[in-house]
């Protein structure tokens, strides 16, 4: 088992920075690529970005540029560093964990991302 404790959210203007940080613990070995999704009110939850064992990222193209995921292995962390954020950015964002090993997927409780504008 994985689990994911994220931290950083809040409430932002537009324009505004904000850095997500989410740590985890257990089976954390098994552990290969992590990502944060968000979920906007009525909208299905979708991929913001991702970082693999090895550092390989991709991005929601809406978000190049401005955010950026990074892992520090020897903490257990992975971060979102969100800048020049956007009203459309608003959501609960989640950390995840994929475990080819365990074959399992682990989410985080989410934390609350409002850009106001």
């Known amino acids: 088992q994985v689990q994911l404790v994220e931290s950083g959210g809040g409430l932002v203007q537009a324009g505004g920075s904000l850095r997500l940080s989410c740590v985890a613990s257990?089976?954390?070995?098994?552990?290969?690529?992590m990502g944060w999704y968000r979920q906007a009110p009525g909208k299905q939850r979708e991929l913001v970005a991702a970082?693999?064992?090895?550092?390989?990222?991709n991005y929601l193209d809406s978000v190049k540029g401005r955010f950026t995921i990074s892992r520090d292995n020897a903490k257990n962390t992975v971060y979102l560093q969100m800048t020049n954020l956007k009203p459309d950015d608003t959501g609960v964002y989640y950390c995840?964990?994929?475990?080819?090993?365990?074959?399992?997927?682990?989410w985080g409780q989410g934390t609350q991302v409002t850009v106001s504008s």
């Open positions: 995840n964990a994929q475990s080819p090993i365990l074959k399992a997927n682990y």
């Open positions: 257990g089976s954390i070995f098994s552990i290969n690529t």
């Open positions: 970082i693999t064992s090895t550092g390989s990222t």
